[in-house]
């Protein structure tokens, strides 16, 4: 055994001593002339690929490009000088393209992607080497392919190289006239004599390009149709190519996709493909506000074989929103001009040309899913760029934005349903325009205070002395601690159905102040020992908190404004808080899911730290100018409409109590009495109402505040 190693040890070392780069360039070209004699000498043009001795000639001229490479550790081996210099890839796309012998693109396509992978010198700037590759990649993705999974894998080792080398991008992608890339954009988009405005400009012109690249058999239009493969193999690979491609941190490489290529126009395009998919006459609204987080990659990580079964093949909604998850998450990870120009696509091909025109459809059961659809969106987006064209779309088209705000009002409970949850997700994003816009540039002059009461320097003199909380006079910092150790105020002795109007209260006469606006003998929450407001506290922090993180770089002023000095100038909250107030104004009268929805919009708008939120929603002690309103006066008004109600109800304790435990689900017998039952449940929604705004105030305002 010992004498057998010794001479095999002898015998490698007698090869490893041979002079190498004549044997392993002859062996090269010997292989090589292997392939061209078979076109020369068979005569069975319909023999298989792999019955010829073609892909082991491939493997082993690989193999010798590998060694030879190991060994040249500085100059170009003579064996890859031999490829480039006669051009044998060029000839192996000819070869490949051809189909001859049947089966030769697949083998062509195996050598490609090893030859990129293995071969660590920069290929992608060789023009022996980038044009053959260009040519490949017009093989890809072509209708009917029986290749698709070396398809995808040799475009991701094109696109795993140009992140390795990003110039190289320039030298893979295909250019073609400014007219042909135009006419392949707008047929992505069929809805565009729809139009009611221009679509709001990009974030960077690029009307500077003269032309734009990307042709129709480039690398991004195969990746993208690989994308929508069936095999979830080949579907991954082609999601990871984009991907690595839209990621490219160089200067140039964003500027390239952005302004010349069609990228943004093809991503958006099968957002819209898909939109188009889905059955809005048959969708669930209520189901697909609330629909779940679809991230990108989950699609593959739910298919047990590599096919795509039916019904993930057939579910429109997954597959949409799936997209939607996955442009989010390369603009997240692209540069910015790039993200930008992404996000632009979606606002023009998707939301400007389609999804308006649907909004504005006379069609309630088109406008509640397309309404319900945004829901959802707004609620995945987490891409500042795609954030940004969302709120622009929502708040600043002309024709769409005060309707959006007037349906929280609507004839349809559905619909008023869906605005306000529209208005609830935006309110939750970090975005410091949706305040701004709906609410905080109406308040500014805050023309709602009565001429005769020089609130502002008492207010300012108020906040100032907030026991030295400089960062935030309306967050209680004493409060991030567990909830058994927080101070509660004393319970409230009232009985009367209204607070003292005159006077800055303590935060605890705040608290007391919502608290006693409910009567107590219409109080229900006692009659089953409900916790009482300190039930919300810890919600109420929660909820204060999270405001509080989302306006922290908002740079908001710590103190209010000083009141406008128009002479009689006539207040109005706004298109949102009018909604909102006069729905509160009537929520005796209204379903419960819809009470739920409009007080949970309205506590969130009251948990935010900006001075003039606080002072119109949650003082109580504000003096009003004539004709104005605020969150306080509509519950005092409303509060004396309900005493006159109750007087129709006839045992009105037991028809509360029997009320609030149906909504906990409680009640035993399955019986319903339904006269006054909407009566009931809102004055149910209005005594919680109550108890939570306390809550935020209670978090809100430290105790000690005089």
């Given at each position: 055994m010992e004498t057998f190693s010794r001479l095999s040890s002898m015998l490698l070392h007698a090869l490893e001593t041979r002079e190498p780069t004549v044997d392993l360039l002859e062996s090269f070209v010997n292989h090589w002339k292997s392939i061209t004699n078979y076109y020369i000498n068979t005569t069975d043009d319909s023999r298989p690929v792999r019955q010829t001795d073609i892909p082991w000639c491939l493997r082993q001229m690989l193999d010798i490009l590998v060694y030879e490479e190991k060994q040249q550790v500085e100059e170009t081996g003579a064996c890859l000088k031999y490829l480039l210099q006669h051009k044998l890839l060029e000839t192996l796309c000819t070869l490949g393209?051809?189909?001859?012998?049947?089966?030769?693109?697949?083998?062509?396509?195996?050598?490609?992607?090893?030859?990129?992978?293995?071969?660590?010198?920069?290929?992608?700037?060789?023009?022996?080497?980038?044009?053959?590759?260009?040519?490949?990649?017009?093989?890809?993705?072509?209708?009917?392919?029986?290749?698709?999974?070396?398809?995808?894998?040799?475009?991701?080792?094109?696109?795993?190289r140009v992140k390795q080398d990003p110039p190289t991008l320039r030298n893979i992608l295909q250019i073609v006239d400014k007219p042909a890339a135009t006419a392949l954009a707008s047929d992505q988009s069929q809805s565009?004599?729809?139009r009611t405005e221009p679509p709001p400009p990009p974030s960077q012109s690029d009307s500077s390009t003269g032309s734009r690249v990307q042709s129709e058999s480039g690398l991004l239009w195969a990746l993208l149709q690989l994308a929508s493969s069936a095999r979830g193999s080949v579907a991954l690979k082609a999601f990871e190519g984009l991907l690595l491609l839209s990621a490219l941190q160089d200067e140039s490489s964003g500027e390239i996709l952005s302004d010349q290529t069609l990228l943004g126009e093809l991503l958006a395009g099968r957002l819209l493909q898909l939109y188009s998919l889905l059955p809005m006459e048959a969708l669930d609204p209520g189901e697909v506000q609330s629909w779940p987080h679809t991230p990108w990659s989950s699609q593959f990580s739910r298919w047990s074989s590599d096919l795509r079964s039916v019904a993930a093949a057939s579910d429109h909604m997954t597959n949409f929103f799936s997209w939607l998850d996955f442009l989010d998450h390369m603009m997240e990870e692209a540069p910015q001009v790039l993200a930008r120009k992404l996000a632009h696509c979606v606002h023009q091909i998707w939301m400007f040309d389609v999804l308006q025109p649907q909004l504005l459809h006379m069609c309630e059961q088109v406008v509640l899913v397309s309404t319900s659809i945004l829901c959802a969106a707004v609620r995945f987006v987490r891409s500042r760029s795609l954030l940004d064209q969302l709120v622009h779309f929502l708040l600043r088209t002309n024709t769409l934005s005060p309707l959006l705000l007037q349906r929280c009002d609507h004839i349809s409970d559905q619909i008023s349903f869906a605005s306000l949850s529209l208005v609830d997700e935006l309110l939750q994003k970090p975005h410091e325009d949706v305040l701004d816009v709906l609410v905080l540039s109406f308040l500014q002059s805050r023309s709602y205070l009565s001429p005769q009461e020089d609130r502002w320097n008492e207010s300012n003199e108020a906040h100032e002395d907030s026991n030295g909380l400089e960062e935030d006079p309306f967050f209680s910092e004493s409060l991030l601690f567990s909830e058994s150790q927080l101070i509660l105020?004393?319970?409230?002795?009232?009985?009367?159905?209204?607070?003292?109007?005159?006077?800055?209260?303590?935060?605890?006469?705040?608290?007391?102040?919502?608290?006693?606006?409910?009567?107590?003998?219409?109080?229900?929450a006692q009659l089953i020992q409900e916790g009482g407001y300190e039930s919300y506290v810890h919600d109420a922090h929660t909820q204060v908190t999270e405001c509080r993180a989302l306006s922290r770089s908002w740079n908001w002023t710590l103190s209010l404004p000083a009141p406008s000095a128009g002479e009689g100038e006539e207040f109005f909250e706004g298109p949102l808080l009018k909604v909102l107030l006069d729905r509160l104004g009537r929520v005796l009268e209204q379903p419960y899911e819809l009470n739920l929805k409009l007080t949970?919009?309205?506590?969130?708008?009251?948990?935010?730290?900006?001075?003039?939120?606080h002072e119109y929603l949650l003082d109580p002690y504000v003096h009003l100018s004539h004709c104005s309103r605020s969150l306080f006066s509509v519950l005092i008004r409303l509060m004396g409409e309900l005493m006159q109600s109750i007087q129709r109800v006839p045992d009105l304790t037991d028809r509360l109590l029997d009320t609030r435990r149906d909504l906990l689900g409680l009640n035993n017998n399955n019986t319903t009495r339904l006269e006054h039952l909407t009566l009931l449940r809102g004055l149910v929604v209005l005594e919680e109402f109550c108890k939570e705004l306390a809550a935020i105030a209670f978090v809100k305002l430290p105790l000690g505040r005089p």
């Open positions: 393209k051809a189909q001859y012998p049947p089966g030769m693109v697949q083998q062509v396509l195996l050598f490609f992607s090893r030859f990129l992978s293995q071969i660590q010198r920069p290929l992608l700037q060789l023009v022996n080497v980038y044009r053959p590759v260009q040519k490949l990649i017009g093989l890809c993705a072509l209708p009917g392919s029986q290749t698709e999974a070396e398809e995808a894998q040799f475009l991701l080792v094109v696109c795993s565009s004599n729809h105020p004393p319970p409230p002795r009232c009985s009367s159905s209204s607070a003292p109007l005159s006077g800055l209260g303590s935060a605890a006469n705040v608290v007391n102040s919502f608290l006693c606006l409910v009567p107590v003998q219409v109080r229900s949970a919009v309205l506590s969130r708008l009251s948990s935010f730290s900006h001075p003039l939120l």
